[in-house]
């Protein structure tokens, strides 16, 4: 990852207040054109309420937050996903009696033209089923048939139906929430590697996960959450796990970390 590379997306002194408790007290982000970043830390240190903020499920209390150099201001998730962000979460947010063409149009059904689709409101399932296999194509994703109900998938199929969706309509961001977190072994890897199809594609990756070794294979560059703030920022291929989860929990502090782990 190239150290001048693009900042596609950055959150400077964001703060949100719950009543007495203080979930984001000045933090900061940011995240560059084409790579993966991992967001790590304990319970608590405010790496939920940060991504919150970014998706637009969050107002927060103040802050700016910048997509390509313009500031914006998300009221939903709706404004988020407008703006190319799309977010998956881990609780496989499928509708699972649907057929995989229906749920990755769910929400954004294309109508037929004229007055079919105008008047009548009829959809056009041909394109929708059309755009499906091509855009699970170009990610790769084996699935026998575009038209099968999603109930008849695999934890890991559902994952990859959920990914691929986000990867279809995003535009500039896809925001990850432990999305191997409810999957066996088998199933994580084939997520992970629909997650590097995604970064391939030109998506910038938001992967905030608990799983390290997940971490550690994918990511770029890891974010680390602590007490509200941006702890540090650190480069996975020059810092080992323990000292990664070291920091995170506060036993190291990031001044004393060796040359090269904190990244640029």
């Given at each position: 990852?190239?150290?001048?590379?693009?900042?596609?997306?950055?959150?400077?002194?964001l703060?949100?207040?719950?009543?007495?408790?203080?979930?984001?007290?000045?933090?900061?982000?940011?995240?560059?054109?084409?790579e993966?970043?991992?967001?790590?830390?304990?319970?608590?240190?405010?790496?939920?309420?940060?991504?919150?903020?970014?998706?637009?499920?969050?107002?927060?209390?103040?802050?700016?937050?910048?997509?390509?150099?313009?500031?914006?201001?998300?009221?939903?998730?709706?404004?988020?996903?407008?703006?190319?962000?799309?977010?998956?979460?881990?609780?496989?947010?499928?509708a699972?009696?649907?057929?995989?063409?229906?749920?990755?149009?769910?929400?954004?059904?294309?109508?037929?033209?004229?007055?079919?689709?105008?008047?009548?409101?009829?959809?056009?399932?041909?394109?929708?089923?059309?755009?499906?296999?091509s855009?699970?194509?170009?990610?790769?994703?084996?699935?026998?048939?575009?038209?099968?109900?999603?109930?008849?998938?695999?934890?890991?199929?559902?994952?990859?139906?959920?990914?691929?969706?986000?990867?279809?309509?995003?535009?500039?961001?896809?925001?990850?929430?432990?999305?191997?977190?409810?999957?066996?072994?088998?199933?994580?890897?084939?997520?992970?590697?629909?997650?590097r199809?995604?970064?391939?594609?030109?998506?910038?990756?938001?992967?905030?996960?608990?799983?390290?070794?997940?971490?550690?294979?994918?990511?770029?560059?890891?974010?680390?959450?602590?007490?509200?703030?941006?702890?540090?920022?650190?480069?996975?291929?020059?810092?080992?796990?323990?000292?990664?989860?070291?920091?995170?929990?506060?036993?190291?502090?990031?001044?004393?970390?060796?040359?090269?782990?904190?990244?640029?």
């Open positions: 990852m190239a150290n001048d590379a693009k900042i596609v997306m950055r959150a400077t002194g703060v949100k207040r719950y009543g007495q408790v203080t979930a984001l007290d000045g933090a900061d982000f940011e995240l560059r054109a084409g993966i970043l991992a967001v790590i830390g304990d319970n608590g240190a405010g790496k939920s309420s940060l991504i919150k903020c970014l998706s637009g499920a969050t107002i927060p209390d103040s802050g700016e937050i910048q997509l390509d150099g313009e500031s914006i201001h998300f009221k939903s998730p709706m404004d988020a996903r407008k703006a190319g962000i799309e977010t998956v979460y881990q609780d496989l947010a499928v699972a009696a649907m057929s995989i063409s229906e749920n990755l149009f769910l929400g954004r059904e294309i109508r037929r033209e004229g007055f079919a689709g105008n008047v009548l409101r009829m959809l056009d399932k041909k394109k929708m089923l059309e755009q499906s296999i855009r699970m194509n170009d990610l790769k994703v084996g699935i026998r048939s575009m038209t099968q109900a999603v109930e008849t998938l695999s934890g890991g199929q559902r994952q990859c139906v959920a990914v691929a969706r986000a990867a279809a309509f995003a535009q500039h961001v896809v925001i990850m929430d432990e999305p191997t977190a409810a999957l066996g072994v088998k199933e994580g890897n084939m997520v992970l590697e629909l997650i199809r995604v970064r391939d594609k030109g998506l910038s990756v938001v992967l905030i996960s608990h799983n390290m070794p997940h971490v550690f294979e994918i990511a770029d560059r890891i974010h680390v959450a602590r007490l509200g703030k941006r702890g540090c920022v650190l480069n996975p291929k020059a810092i080992s796990m323990a000292d990664t989860v070291a920091v995170m929990t506060g036993a190291i502090r990031p001044d004393e970390l060796p040359a090269g782990c904190l990244a640029n």
